[in-house]
């Protein structure tokens, strides 16, 4: 079910989790209770046994005895039987509701996605890890920290997500704080050592290894990372197939920096661009619909245009689509090989779709959409709407695509619609901490604001994609996050944003 993806489910987990502790406290009280009760007939029983233990010959020669040991076990011993019974089925029901609950909520699989949010957190914000380990974000205390354990899998994650830097600081913690009953140091230092050799320090990495080997002779992972190091460092002619290197993507890593350092707030506009951005009330040229109750703009970057309309839906509506889309949420994708959807770190999120149809809602919204922007709801895809997970997250990306093949986006009816024109994208809550909609190119961020909406054109006016519009979602630091898009398509919008003469118009 994946619930590291989107925090709007996990409050479930919450309140069941209240329950559960009240059903076990009176389990617990139950079972106490039954236990007093046999240990009241034991020691009624115990006291007759002692006295007959003295004098076994005497005590069964009497004929009211020999009726009161008859007695006890038509009687007695029958209802220590009884209460035996009782207290082996007490907490049966618990006990079975217990294991078909664990099949629905968090399980093992999903603290790995989760313990790669906190990594990410603390790599997109450098955060300090110091911080972190003792539950404190930002200034915000958890009450909780983070044990030796959690470091390790921290680090063991980001290493096998090829995070070399991060498996290394939290590997350092996780040895720092000692082991605990959840890994060992040796296991710490192998992953460590697996990050050095990725990062080239073979020799480094081969001393580590060398050094594990000789308190764990036969571990195969250590002796199939060894026989890869001789390789490498010539010592040996044979390749072990199971050890991957990784070539570093240049461009995509100084991408990565420069979206964190957005998402850190470090970017400025300086004045001599800041000041020609304007806030004004706008009736889309006297749309007569916005004549009577203009909708306050903000402009938040001159070139590429990009503005942030406010009051674009109220609180109620908001509310209703929330509320519709707890039940369908699922989890985000991304256009895969032969436009197929596929689940990918990139976008950690759970998303739901609507159609303009299926509720009041949605409908409204559609019609003062229509009305802001002067294009046609005739092509707009469904509304989609998103919820963050821990440390959520949409990596930088483009809401056009890049292929010339016009069947690309078909609307249900067949009817080939053309690429994404603009993005309405809708925020339907305010994010405490993080969850900014980043620009990548002019550097800057939007501020999730409850009820107010992101605009801009994905294409220039002659239909060419505009690559300054790539964003990103950056991190939810604390909170969660709902934004929902609405995404303009190029057919009917013809005669509502002409062609311009130039390519790049
Ligand atoms: O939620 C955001 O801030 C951006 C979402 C986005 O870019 C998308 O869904 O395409
Ligand atoms: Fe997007």
Request: with cysteine; proline share 4%; net charge positive.
């Given at each position: 079910?994946?619930?590291?993806?989107?925090?709007?489910?996990?409050?479930?987990?919450?309140?069941?989790?209240?329950?559960?502790?009240?059903?076990?406290?009176?389990?617990?009280?139950?079972?106490?209770?039954?236990?007093?009760?046999?240990?009241?007939?034991?020691?009624?029983?115990?006291?007759?046994?002692?006295?007959?233990?003295?004098?076994?010959?005497?005590?069964?020669?009497h004929?009211?005895?020999?009726?009161?040991?008859?007695?006890?076990?038509?009687?007695?011993?029958?209802?220590?039987?009884?209460?035996?019974?009782?207290?082996?089925?007490?907490?049966?029901?618990?006990?079975?509701?217990?294991?078909?609950?664990?099949?629905?909520?968090?399980?093992?699989?999903?603290?790995?996605?989760?313990?790669?949010?906190?990594?990410?957190?603390?790599?997109?914000?450098?955060?300090?890890?110091?911080?972190?380990?003792?539950?404190?974000?930002?200034?915000?205390?958890?009450?909780?920290?983070?044990?030796?354990?959690?470091?390790?899998?921290?680090?063991?994650?980001?290493?096998?997500?090829?995070?070399?830097?991060?498996?290394?600081?939290?590997?350092?913690?996780?040895?720092?704080?000692?082991?605990d009953?959840t890994?060992?140091?040796?296991?710490?230092?192998?992953?460590?050592?697996?990050?050095?050799?990725?990062?080239?320090?073979?020799?480094?990495?081969?001393?580590?290894?060398?050094?594990?080997?000789?308190?764990?002779?036969?571990?195969?992972?250590?002796?199939?990372?060894?026989?890869?190091?001789?390789?490498?460092?010539?010592k040996?002619?044979?390749?072990?197939?199971?050890?991957?290197?990784?070539?570093?993507?240049?461009?995509?890593?100084?991408?990565?920096?420069?979206?964190?350092?957005?998402?850190?707030?470090?970017?400025?506009?300086?004045?001599?661009?800041?000041?020609?951005?304007?806030?004004?009330?706008?009736?889309?040229?006297?749309?007569?619909?916005?004549?009577?109750?203009?909708?306050?703009v903000?402009?938040?970057?001159?070139?590429?245009?990009?503005?942030?309309?406010?009051?674009?839906?109220?609180?109620?509506?908001?509310?209703?689509?929330?509320?519709?889309?707890?039940?369908?949420?699922?989890?985000a994708?991304?256009?895969?090989?032969?436009?197929?959807?596929?689940?990918?770190?990139?976008?950690t999120?759970?998303?739901?779709?609507?159609?303009?149809?299926?509720?009041?809602?949605?409908?409204?919204?559609?019609?003062?959409?229509?009305?802001?922007?002067?294009?046609?709801?005739?092509?707009?895809?469904?509304?989609?709407?998103?919820?963050?997970?821990?440390?959520?997250?949409?990596?930088?990306?483009?809401?056009?695509?890049?292929?010339?093949?016009?069947?690309?986006?078909?609307?249900?009816?067949?009817?080939?619609?053309?690429n994404?024109?603009?993005?309405?994208?809708?925020?339907?809550?305010?994010?405490?901490?993080?969850?900014?909609?980043?620009?990548?190119?002019?550097?800057?961020?939007?501020?999730?604001?409850?009820?107010?909406?992101?605009?801009?054109?994905?294409?220039?006016?002659?239909?060419?994609?505009?690559p300054?519009?790539?964003?990103?979602?950056?991190?939810?630091?604390?909170?969660?996050?709902?934004?929902?898009?609405?995404?303009?398509?190029?057919?009917?919008?013809?005669?509502?944003?002409?062609c311009?003469?130039?390519?790049?118009?």
């Amino acid at each position: 079910f994946d619930w590291a993806s989107s925090v709007a489910q996990l409050k479930a987990v919450a309140k069941t989790e209240q329950v559960l502790v009240s059903r076990l406290q009176n389990f617990i009280n139950n079972k106490t209770e039954e236990l007093g009760r046999i240990q009241n007939y034991v020691d009624a029983l115990r006291k007759v046994s002692d006295k007959i233990s003295s004098s076994k010959e005497e005590y069964i020669s009497h004929p009211i005895n020999q009726y009161h040991l008859i007695q006890r076990f038509a009687k007695e011993w029958t209802k220590v039987g009884d209460l035996l019974q009782m207290f082996n089925e007490t907490g049966f029901e618990l006990t079975q509701n217990i294991s078909r609950m664990r099949k629905l909520y968090p399980t093992d699989n999903d603290l790995n996605p989760a313990a790669a949010g906190i990594e990410r957190l603390q790599r997109v914000y450098e955060l300090s890890i110091d911080e972190l380990i003792e539950g404190n974000v930002k200034g915000e205390k958890s009450g909780y920290k983070l044990s030796p354990g959690d470091c390790f899998l921290i680090g063991k994650i980001s290493c096998k997500s090829f995070k070399c830097d991060a498996c290394k600081i939290w590997m350092q913690r996780a040895l720092k704080l000692k082991a605990d009953e959840t890994f060992t140091n040796d296991e710490a230092l192998a992953y460590e050592a697996v990050c050095r050799a990725k990062r080239g320090n073979l020799t480094h990495a081969f001393a580590i290894t060398e050094d594990l080997l000789t308190r764990d002779p036969f571990n195969d992972i250590l002796l199939g990372n060894m026989l890869y190091y001789r390789f490498v460092l010539g010592k040996l002619n044979i390749l072990y197939p199971c050890f991957i290197t990784i070539k570093k993507d240049e461009n995509a890593e100084d991408e990565i920096k420069q979206y964190n350092q957005i998402c850190q707030g470090k970017f400025k506009l300086p004045h001599k661009v800041s000041k020609n951005l304007r806030c004004y009330l706008y009736t889309n040229k006297n749309d007569p619909r916005l004549r009577i109750k203009p909708v306050k703009v903000e402009e938040l970057c001159n070139s590429p245009h990009i503005v942030q309309f406010y009051d674009v839906i109220n609180n109620d509506d908001i509310e209703t689509i929330k509320k519709m889309s707890k039940k369908h949420l699922s989890r985000a994708l991304v256009t895969g090989p032969n436009n197929t959807g596929i689940v990918e770190d990139i976008r950690t999120s759970k998303v739901a779709w609507f159609k303009k149809n299926d509720f009041t809602a949605v409908k409204k919204l559609y019609t003062r959409i229509s009305e802001m922007t002067g294009l046609s709801e005739e092509t707009f895809e469904d509304l989609q709407v998103a919820n963050y997970g821990l440390a959520g997250e949409y990596q930088p990306h483009f809401d056009y695509t890049e292929k010339q093949d016009p069947s690309i986006y078909k609307r249900e009816d067949g009817a080939e619609v053309g690429n994404r024109i603009a993005t309405m994208l809708l925020y339907l809550n305010d994010v405490k901490e993080g969850g900014r909609t980043a620009f990548i190119e002019p550097k800057i961020v939007a501020k999730p604001i409850k009820g107010s909406a992101v605009f801009w054109y994905n294409l220039y006016p002659s239909g060419l994609g505009d690559p300054r519009t790539r964003h990103a979602s950056c991190p939810v630091v604390i909170g969660n996050k709902w934004a929902s898009n609405v995404w303009v398509h190029e057919v009917q919008q013809e005669f509502k944003r002409k062609c311009g003469l130039r390519q790049d118009a």
